[in-house]
């Protein structure tokens, strides 16, 4: 059984960093795209960061900001978040791709079930 647990959320002031962790079970995560999704209340969730085997892609949004990677032994990936600012709050969720990788939810078969990014002073 596949299963992805989002951790590492919290409450941040503007110009702070937090870095996010997604913890896999049951599959080889680095075979998969692991993608980062955000969603704040009212709006749609958005895809902020994917990571593949072969590349790593991010939302206009967040480059230069976010830094996405994997640590292959421990089956976690990180998204490491610097600079954040007052819009990047809402719930992070990351998910798990077999096939197409990008930053549209559909592409993801496979969800955590979030964690919590509070930017605020």
């Known amino acids: 059984q596949l299963q992805l647990v989002a951790s590492g959320g919290g409450l941040v002031q503007p110009g702070g960093s937090l870095r996010l962790s997604c913890a896999t079970n049951g599959f080889r995560s680095d075979y998969y795209a692991i993608g980062w999704f955000r969603q704040a209340p009212g709006k749609e969730r958005e895809g902020v960061s994917c990571?593949?085997?072969?590349?790593?892609a991010y939302a206009d949004s967040v480059k230069g900001r976010f830094t996405a990677s994997r640590d292959n032994a421990k089956n976690t990936v990180y998204l490491q978040m610097h600079s954040l600012k007052p819009e990047d709050t809402g719930v992070y969720y990351c998910a798990a791709s077999g096939g197409v990788a990008g930053l549209q939810p559909q592409f993801y078969d496979y969800w955590g079930q979030g964690t919590q990014v509070t930017v605020s002073s």
């Open positions: 990571i593949s085997p072969s590349d790593t």
